[in-house]
């Protein structure tokens, strides 16, 4: 497995932006896919967005994020971002770094997760 540590999360106003990192450790980076996934109070945790390494760094987004944030990752820093921009309420939100060797976007797809960090979107 690989640690995952998320940083950047916190309190913005609706319409504002945020970028949140995933630093890992512990394994081959760059042959990671690396996901976002989010937790909003009451919900179920599901999918925002996705960067698999063997397909270039191909990206794939929730609809409910498309256009808004945008996921990257800096393989000399072992780091994932996802800048997220025109945030709203809805995208308030516990929000994990996972890591994973297959390319399904499903949470038992990824082998590795981390804490999670909060962001919270004021209207």
């Known amino acids: 497995q690989v640690q995952l540590t998320e940083s950047g999360g916190g309190l913005v106003q609706a319409g504002g932006s945020l970028r949140l990192s995933c630093a890992a450790s512990?394994?081959?980076?760059?042959?990671?896919?690396m996901a976002w996934f989010r937790q909003a109070p009451g919900k179920e945790r599901e999918f925002v967005a996705a960067?698999?390494?063997?397909?270039?760094?191909?990206?794939y987004y929730s609809d409910s994020v498309k256009g808004r944030f945008t996921i990257s990752r800096d393989n000399a820093k072992n780091t994932v971002y996802m800048q997220m921009n025109s945030l709203n309420a809805e995208d308030t939100a516990f929000y994990y770094c996972?890591?994973?060797?297959?390319?399904?976007?499903?949470?038992?797809?990824?082998?590795?997760w981390g804490q999670g960090i909060q962001v919270t979107v004021s209207s």
């Open positions: 960067i698999w390494w063997w397909r270039g760094d191909n990206t």
């Open positions: 512990g394994r081959t980076f760059d042959r990671l896919n």
């Open positions: 996972a890591a994973s060797l297959t390319t399904g976007i499903a949470e038992t797809d990824f082998d590795s």
